[in-house]
């Protein structure tokens, strides 16, 4: 057996590990380890090295994780792949934890809790090679390779940045537009299992739970692989190299872009537009764009533009100009209107909302107080927004006077 690393050899580049693979001093690893691990909890007899190393493992991109993903193991590759866990076990369980390390029952979770994506291999230390080597090729044929693996919601900034504390809100916490709420995850369900469904834009007043929806969809369909990412409009002219990113991963990528709108048909415009359809670059079988937007036609639109050859210099071929403005929503296979509730629909939304919260008013003074509320919100109108803040509002504290 080799005493080095081959196809896990980008972990060699780990300044803890190479501590390892050279055993270093014990003082020289719990140096390298104590910062690392600053902000984790180790449960006492845990190995502070190899609960570093777990996640450094599950996101190596390499020959192995990439294979495993296309579903292409073999039987020598999971065999010389056993072989370097091995390996890397032996290099692990020679150190030895200061006592130091551990944190007090008293703080929290252990360290399987705060990463539950690694909990079933929080004892790698302690498994037979061969069969964790089988474990961890079926990981990345689910999850995927390289960091990718180790998280279900990213933002993009022109690299993925891993989003660990997201909003957990659910299909239930939504109150209403059940028809919308049907539309949307039947769509996805069907983009999750099986890898098809329509581009979707979601458009309507605000406040109307339009990006509530998208998030609330995503968490319900967590367990069926469906990843989500957050794409900032002034990052859509990177759009091609996220998509790079994401295609040869095994899993399904909702990229959701919120309240997107255009001043003109600038470059941004146009890259989003032919993404949508007829581009070299096109959307893979696992990625697939949701929009919320006020606006149904997505760019603005002035008068002039309808005006034509009215006025000196206009453009003899107004109408195709026209067109060309109004066509990048027509790209959305599934568009979703979100219209603003009527007063009884409010009213509804917050009587559910206050009872969900334990407010206790009599249902004649919370109506009456609800439609006062919704006066002074001028801009929100009677939406859920507004039924949202009103009962928040209930729940606040009063300030002493």
């Given at each position: 057996m080799s005493n080095t690393l081959v196809l896990l050899e980008p972990l060699l580049k780990d300044e803890v590990l190479l501590a390892l693979h050279f055993w270093e001093q014990e003082a020289r690893v719990s140096l390298l380890l104590a910062p690392r691990l600053a902000d984790v909890t180790l449960r006492p007899g845990e190995n502070a090295a190899a609960v570093y190393l777990l996640p450094k493992i599950l996101a190596c991109d390499g020959f192995f994780s990439r294979r495993a993903?296309?579903?292409?193991?073999?039987?020598?590759?999971?065999?010389?792949?056993?072989?370097?866990?091995?390996?890397?076990?032996?290099?692990?369980?020679?150190?030895?934890?200061?006592?130091?390390?551990?944190?007090?029952?008293?703080?929290?979770?252990?360290?399987?809790?705060?990463?539950?994506?690694?909990?079933?291999?929080?004892?790698?230390?302690?498994?037979?090679?061969?069969?964790?080597?089988?474990?961890?090729?079926?990981?990345?044929?689910?999850?995927?390779?390289?960091?990718?693996?180790?998280?279900?919601?990213?933002?993009?900034?022109?690299?993925?940045?891993?989003?660990?504390?997201?909003?957990?809100?659910?299909?239930?916490?939504?109150?209403?537009?059940?028809?919308?709420?049907?539309?949307?995850?039947?769509?996805?369900?069907?983009?999750a299992r099986e890898g098809r469904g329509n581009n979707m834009l979601l458009y309507g007043a605000r406040g109307t739970g339009k990006s509530s929806l998208v998030k609330a969809a995503a968490n319900a369909l967590a367990a069926e692989g469906l990843c989500l990412v957050e794409l900032p409009l002034e990052q859509m002219t990177s759009l091609p190299q996220l998509l790079a990113l994401l295609q040869p991963q095994p899993r399904r990528y909702l990229l959701f872009v919120d309240d997107l709108s255009f001043e003109r048909a600038d470059q941004t415009y146009k890259i989003t537009k032919a993404v949508l359809e007829g581009s070299v670059t096109t959307l893979g079988g696992n990625v697939l764009i949701c929009a919320t937007s006020n606006r149904r036609h997505l760019i603005v639109e002035n008068w002039q533009d309808r005006e034509g050859t009215e006025h000196l210099g206009g453009e003899v071929r107004a109408s195709d100009s026209m067109s060309e403005k109004l066509s990048l929503a027509d790209r959305f296979g599934l568009t979703v209107l979100f219209s603003v509730p009527r007063q009884e629909e409010y009213l509804q939304i917050v009587q559910a909302l206050a009872q969900a919260d334990g407010v206790s008013l009599p249902e004649a003074e919370l109506r009456r107080r609800a439609l006062q509320w919704a006066m002074w919100q001028k801009h929100n109108g009677q939406s859920g927004r507004t039924a949202r803040q009103f009962v928040n509002s209930l729940s606040a504290p009063e300030v002493p006077r």
């Open positions: 993903a296309a579903g292409r193991l073999t039987e020598p590759l999971l065999q010389a792949m056993a072989a370097e866990i091995q390996l890397l076990q032996n290099w692990v369980s020679a150190y030895q934890t200061p006592e130091w390390m551990y944190s007090p029952a008293e703080l929290g979770p252990d360290s399987a809790e705060q990463a539950p994506e690694l909990a079933e291999f929080a004892d790698w230390l302690n498994r037979p090679a061969a069969e964790l080597a089988v474990a961890w090729g079926e990981f990345h044929r689910r999850k995927g390779f390289g960091p990718l693996a180790l998280h279900r919601v990213w933002r993009w900034e022109g690299r993925l940045l891993p989003v660990t504390q997201y909003d957990s809100i659910c299909l239930d916490d939504l109150v209403g537009y059940q028809s919308q709420k049907d539309e949307v995850l039947a769509n996805l369900r069907l983009f």
